[in-house]
């Protein structure tokens, strides 16, 4: 099935943790499973599979189970079901490494979590939504959706971006996450023109939003993709966009709210698809896949602090593989390492390095 690590967040030995649905190419009710890594050498440590759901429903090649962090500190997995999203977590002071045996309310689960309140079906491709609501990608979706929704994980209602600004004379184009409390990024462009930008807003739960602003003008660019991670130097944010097909744009944010400032332009064989953005010790690093054609691959592009100032390194050819596939940083080996899966349903690790 579909698979995603993180570094557990509560281990001082900074082990990897795997998590994957147990299906390949199947929308039937299956279980989801973990797995413990040597953050060291990314191998998984013998005997530590453990089943800690068995009612995920979605399909098993695109929509697995998803790490997240409560506010509160608690470690879990958000996943599909056929009534909804699903949640498996952790105390926030765990006792052991997988005791992921509880729902959103701290209640014991016993193998069949329930589905998080207001969350309702709508996977692809199984049973989805009526036009024109869209199927939806977790996390970070909650309720009938018609394009990228934000909202709170246990309760609230989902802001849809597209129809939150829509009266305001704006048309969506990509959104994501921002590494703040309720924030959100997204590249909107005035109805029925060229004129575009880039916009941070906080989600209010109500369905709307608390405070918008105009964060960047991009003129005729839109962007179809977003990222955004903390430095780990300057503790700004940097957001990657690709308002130009080929391109990728760096900007620098030096807190919330604070206008855009452009850090560099990648040329990026493309189109470049599925961003996402995460930090080492020293950098921020944007992996992104292209999916057909002769640069078909996984790519990243790294940002390092020189000199109190950001600057963007190349876009760098990791692999061949553009799907079944993830990029992270391994903080107990200081290494950055590419995982998939083979054709024969095999996990193999590689490690890799990102040109500066």
Request: glycine share 12%; proline share 7%.
């Amino acid at each position: 099935g579909d698979f995603e690590l993180a570094t557990d967040p509560d281990d001082p030995a900074q082990n990897v943790l795997f998590a994957s649905n147990v299906s390949g190419g199947s929308t039937a009710r299956q279980d989801v499973v973990i797995a413990r890594m040597d953050g060291a050498t990314g191998q998984v440590i013998a005997g530590t599979r453990v089943t800690v759901a068995n009612n995920f429903e979605g399909n098993s090649n695109q929509n697995g189970p998803s790490w997240m962090r409560t506010p509160a500190g608690n470690l879990g997995l958000l996943y599909v079901g056929a009534d909804g999203v699903h949640g498996v977590f952790r105390n926030a002071n765990p006792t052991r490494w997988d005791e992921f045996g509880y729902d959103y309310s701290g209640a014991p689960t016993y193998g069949a979590p329930p589905p998080i309140p207001d969350t309702t079906p709508g996977f692809y491709p199984g049973n989805p939504l009526l036009p024109p609501a869209k199927a939806a990608t977790i996390p970070q979706y909650r309720g009938p959706c018609v394009s990228a929704c934000y909202g709170y994980y246990d309760h609230g209602a989902t802001t849809d971006t597209a129809l939150a600004i829509a009266p305001l004379g704006y048309t969506l184009n990509a959104g994501t996450q921002a590494p703040w409390e309720a924030m959100v990024y997204f590249s909107a462009c005035q109805t029925g023109t060229t004129i575009c930008g880039l916009f941070q807003a906080k989600i209010d739960g109500m369905g709307g939003y608390a405070r918008l602003t105009k964060i960047a003008a991009t003129g005729a660019r839109t962007s179809s993709s977003n990222a955004a991670v903390v430095h780990p130097v300057t503790g700004t944010v940097v957001l990657f966009t690709n308002e130009a097909p080929g391109y990728v744009t760096v900007w620098e944010q030096a807190a919330s709210g604070a206008a855009l400032a452009p850090v560099a332009r990648i040329a990026a064989p493309g189109p470049p698809d599925h961003f996402r953005a995460q930090a080492s010790d020293t950098q921020a690093v944007l992996s992104y896949l292209v999916r057909q054609g002769a640069a078909m691959g996984t790519y990243a592009i790294a940002v390092r602090a020189r000199g109190g100032a950001l600057s963007a390194g190349a876009s760098t050819f990791i692999g061949g593989r553009a799907s079944g596939s993830e990029f992270d940083w391994f903080p107990a080996a200081g290494r950055w390492a590419q995982t998939y899966r083979t054709a024969a349903g095999r996990y193999m690790r590689c490690w890799a390095a990102v040109e500066e």
